[in-house]
């Protein structure tokens, strides 16, 4: 069922049920409102009923000008006996004997059935005459002919302005609706390769319009996902190409005939390096993959940092000794963090190898790490010339690289800051980079609530 239908069938039963609370209500004022007329003017019925008494009972009078044509009264002894009564009022009381009885007790306002006809019946106590009652009684025919004339009228009064309500209703919410269609049309015949920038806007200001802004919002955002997707796979490719191709020609030079053992040796150690650059470039993108989908893998446990770092420095020194290049660790020997040792050193070694690559001999490079509250940062800070200005802002992006040109040596594959980031992200924490004002670069790694209190983890370690 459409929303346009259901908001119809909706807005017709509340009307309905409105209504008939309201007719209801409208019904009952009325008939308590006549009943009440009603028993006021047999209250004064019954006030004359001295009028009727007659020294013959068996012959009833009327009295001028005390009883409406439509009202009866009876006068009865203490033996049920009429000894006085109006024209129409019969020879028979007008209530049983168990009503009369209770009536000389006190007054009694019932309705009672007489001649297949209803009537209202005031029966009360003969004043002066002990045992004696008076009762007026009238015709109710006037009173449910009116009651359900009213009645019958408000029923189909009511049905009509129901059955108005609901088309109102249906034809209001599908002109609301109208622009969600259009909406939701130019949603559907949107191209799988092609993202247009925007959807049309109502200018109503209204909800749809929010909604179509937000629609438009979103589309941006696919439009620059579906980019980043298509710059990425163009990226890898590039990357991916250059190594397969030496990696055929150093096969080919192999497979021709008359090469001499050494360069058999030469080309298969070049092939085996490229095969594995094409290892690292695929186990980077499966990581960058996985930290996407929040997949991660992650092993958390209480690491000394200083140790952790002293470890990278150690580790990078073949690298920076060939060029002069100098490590240096400023880590507190206490300092003490929960995360995972292998991803952190993984992001901090791409880091070094980044500030490796654009460091000239001689230069230094710090790997620092503090406590800022319960948050653990992480510093990798060069000498070399600092990131150009117009890279700052893309520098965590894949396969971004601060030179021009796209060589494997000097500019890597490119995803050395993506890594870290990623890295960085799977502890819940940020990545940053900024120039140093004495030349140079700093990475910045935040890992919040890392730190903690070596002592009581460890204890409770051992506890366990």
Same mark, same amino acid.
């Given at each position: 069922?459409?929303?346009?239908?259901?908001?119809?069938?909706?807005?017709?039963?509340?009307?309905?049920?409105?209504?008939?609370?309201?007719?209801?209500?409208?019904?009952?004022?009325?008939?308590?409102?006549?009943?009440?007329?009603?028993?006021?003017?047999?209250?004064?019925?019954?006030?004359?009923?001295?009028?009727?008494?007659?020294?013959?009972?068996?012959?009833?009078?009327?009295?001028?000008?005390?009883?409406?044509?439509?009202?009866?009264?009876?006068?009865?002894?203490?033996?049920?006996?009429?000894?006085?009564?109006?024209?129409?009022?019969?020879?028979?009381?007008?209530?049983?004997?168990?009503?009369?009885?209770?009536?000389?007790?006190?007054?009694?306002?019932?309705?009672?059935?007489? &001649?297949?006809?209803?009537? $209202? *019946?005031?029966? =009360?106590?003969?004043? #002066?005459? @002990?045992?004696?009652?008076?009762? !007026? +009684? %009238?015709?109710?025919?006037?009173? &449910?002919?009116?009651?359900? $004339? *009213?009645?019958? =009228?408000?029923?189909? #009064?009511? @049905?009509?302005?129901?059955?108005? !309500? +609901? %088309?109102?209703?249906?034809?209001?919410?599908?002109?609301?609706? $109208?622009?969600?269609?259009?909406?939701?049309?130019?949603?559907?015949?949107?191209?799988?390769?092609?993202?247009?920038?925007?959807?049309?806007?109502?200018?109503?200001?209204?909800?749809?319009?929010?909604?179509?802004?937000?629609?438009?919002?979103?589309?941006?955002?696919?439009?620059?996902?579906?980019?980043?997707?298509?710059?990425?796979?163009?990226?890898?490719?590039?990357?991916?190409?250059?190594?397969?191709?030496?990696?055929?020609?150093?096969?080919?030079?192999?497979?021709?005939?008359?090469?001499?053992?050494?360069?058999?040796?030469?080309?298969?150690?070049?092939?085996?390096?490229?095969?594995?650059?094409?290892?690292?470039?695929?186990?980077?993108?499966?990581?960058?993959?996985?930290?996407?989908?929040?997949?991660?893998?992650?092993?958390?446990?209480?690491?000394?940092?200083?140790?952790?770092?002293?470890?990278?420095?150690?580790?990078?020194?073949?690298?920076?000794?060939?060029?002069?290049?100098?490590?240096?660790?400023?880590?507190?020997?206490?300092?003490?963090?929960?995360?995972?040792?292998?991803?952190?050193?993984?992001?901090?070694?791409?880091?070094?190898?980044?500030?490796?690559?654009?460091?000239?001999?001689?230069?230094?490079?710090?790997?620092?790490?503090?406590?800022?509250?319960?948050?653990?940062?992480?510093?990798?800070?060069?000498?070399?010339?600092?990131?150009?200005?117009?890279?700052?802002?893309?520098?965590?992006?894949?396969?971004?690289?601060?030179?021009?040109?796209?060589?494997?040596?000097?500019?890597?594959?490119?995803?050395?800051?993506?890594?870290?980031?990623?890295?960085?992200?799977?502890?819940?924490?940020?990545?940053?980079?900024?120039?140093?004002?004495?030349?140079?670069?700093?990475?910045?790694?935040?890992?919040?609530?890392?730190?903690?209190?070596?002592?009581?983890?460890?204890?409770?370690?051992?506890?366990?």
């Amino acid at each position: 069922m459409s929303i346009r239908l259901r908001l119809a069938v909706v807005f017709a039963l509340a009307s309905a049920l409105l209504l008939a609370i309201g007719g209801w209500l409208f019904v009952s004022t009325l008939s308590n409102s006549l009943m009440s007329s009603i028993d006021s003017q047999l209250s004064v019925q019954a006030s004359h009923g001295s009028s009727y008494l007659t020294s013959n009972p068996s012959i009833p009078t009327t009295p001028s000008g005390t009883n409406a044509p439509e009202y009866v009264v009876q006068v009865i002894d203490q033996a049920n006996q009429i000894r006085g009564a109006s024209a129409e009022a019969g020879q028979q009381p007008l209530l049983s004997p168990s009503l009369l009885s209770e009536a000389r007790s006190h007054a009694i306002l019932v309705t009672v059935m007489h &001649n297949a006809e209803s009537q $209202r *019946v005031l029966a =009360q106590p003969y004043s #002066g005459r @002990s045992g004696w009652l008076v009762i !007026a +009684a %009238v015709s109710l025919e006037s009173f &449910n002919t009116t009651i359900s $004339r *009213v009645t019958n =009228q408000l029923a189909v #009064g009511c @049905s009509l302005v129901v059955l108005l !309500a +609901a %088309v109102g209703a249906y034809f209001l919410s599908r002109s609301a609706l $109208r622009p969600v269609e259009r909406l939701r049309q130019e949603v559907a015949n949107l191209s799988e390769r092609r993202v247009p920038e925007v959807v049309g806007v109502p200018k109503t200001n209204d909800e749809i319009a929010a909604l179509a802004t937000t629609m438009n919002e979103l589309l941006m955002r696919l439009r620059s996902s579906l980019e980043r997707e298509r710059g990425l796979i163009a990226d890898a490719s590039h990357e991916l190409r250059t190594p397969f191709a030496v990696l055929r020609g150093e096969l080919e030079l192999a497979q021709r005939p008359g090469r001499s053992h050494d360069e058999l040796v030469a080309a298969i150690a070049a092939a085996a390096e490229e095969a594995a650059r094409l290892n690292r470039i695929a186990d980077d993108l499966l990581l960058l993959s996985r930290g996407d989908q929040d997949e991660l893998p992650m092993h958390f446990a209480v690491t000394n940092v200083h140790q952790l770092f002293t470890m990278i420095s150690r580790h990078a020194e073949g690298r920076m000794q060939p060029r002069g290049i100098s490590c240096k660790v400023e880590v507190p020997i206490d300092l003490y963090a929960k995360l995972d040792g292998d991803r952190v050193r993984q992001a901090i070694d791409n880091l070094v190898e980044n500030a490796l690559r654009y460091s000239p001999s001689g230069a230094e490079i710090t790997l620092a790490a503090r406590a800022h509250g319960e948050d653990l940062e992480l510093e990798v800070a060069d000498h070399g010339p600092g990131f150009p200005t117009d890279f700052l802002p893309y520098a965590f992006e894949r396969f971004r690289r601060p030179d021009s040109s796209r060589s494997r040596i000097e500019g890597g594959a490119g995803l050395g800051l993506a890594i870290a980031k990623t890295i960085a992200g799977a502890h819940g924490g940020t990545a940053t980079a900024v120039n140093r004002l004495e030349g140079g670069a700093i990475v910045r790694l935040v890992l919040p609530n890392a730190i903690v209190d070596a002592g009581a983890d460890l204890l409770a370690e051992d506890l366990s």
